[in-house]
């Protein structure tokens, strides 16, 4: 009887059969190869994501250690910027030993000038800046002020009006640097103006 069923079968009935035995063994391949593959899968995994945790971890640290570099690079180079711009103005004082009125009102002149200078310089060297951005600041020499005064302003660290401020300071040092015009009183009291006015808390005489 059975033999008898499956000659007699049609094409349709044959075909219903076949694609529930393909159903069947689909599934019963399915759980034979979790059962037998499905842990090596899962080490996979777990091995590729621990690498890729490990790998992440490293490159943070690599950041995190370049920021500091660039933090340390960006002190060291302010650091030699005020050195080189001391080392200059005591060198000048030095060549410049005067008792005379004239010689006074140029020291005064000069004080009010540096204490300017040293003002911009410790703005371009704000750690809120980023390092990159501070080392790049610091490289700029004291023959370079007005350099720095226009890229200071160009990136937001000094607003228009400061940055005009600035460079009214250092047009005026610029005019008298090497005591030509003759310096008069009202000079001197115009850079300790602006010396009031740039520099926080500035009473120098």
């Given at each position: 009887m059975l033999e008898d069923y499956w000659i007699n079968l049609t094409d349709a009935q044959a075909s219903l059969i076949s694609t529930a035995v393909l159903i069947v063994a689909g599934g019963l391949g399915v759980l034979l190869g979790a059962a037998l593959f499905g842990g090596r899968v899962k080490n996979l995994k777990s091995a590729l994501e621990a690498s890729n945790e490990v790998?992440?971890?490293?490159?943070?640290?690599?950041?995190?250690?370049?920021?500091?570099?660039?933090e340390q690079m960006s002190a060291t180079l302010g650091a030699v910027s005020q050195l080189?711009?001391?080392?200059?103005?005591?060198?000048?004082?030095?060549?410049?030993?005067?008792?005379?009125?004239?010689?006074?009102?140029?020291?005064?002149?000069?004080?009010?000038?540096?204490?300017?200078?040293?003002?911009?310089?410790?703005?371009?060297?704000?750690?809120?800046?980023h390092g990159r951005t501070r080392t790049r600041y610091a490289g700029f020499s004291n023959n370079e002020i007005a350099a720095l005064i226009e890229v200071l302003q160009k990136d937001g660290v000094l607003q228009s009006s400061q940055a005009n401020t600035f460079n009214d300071a250092h047009n005026l040092w610029t005019w008298h640097r090497n005591g030509r015009p003759p310096m008069t009183q009202g000079d001197v009291q115009k850079m300790r103006?602006?010396?009031?006015?740039?520099v926080p808390n500035y009473r120098s005489e």
């Open positions: 790998i992440q971890k490293h490159q943070d640290e690599a950041k995190a250690q370049l920021k500091v570099m660039e080189r711009s001391s080392v200059f103005d005591l060198r000048t004082d030095v060549e410049e030993k005067v008792t005379d009125e004239a010689g006074k009102m140029r020291q005064a002149f000069k004080n009010h000038w540096y204490a300017i200078r040293d003002e911009l310089q410790r703005r371009a060297s704000d750690p809120n800046i103006e602006l010396a009031i006015d740039l």
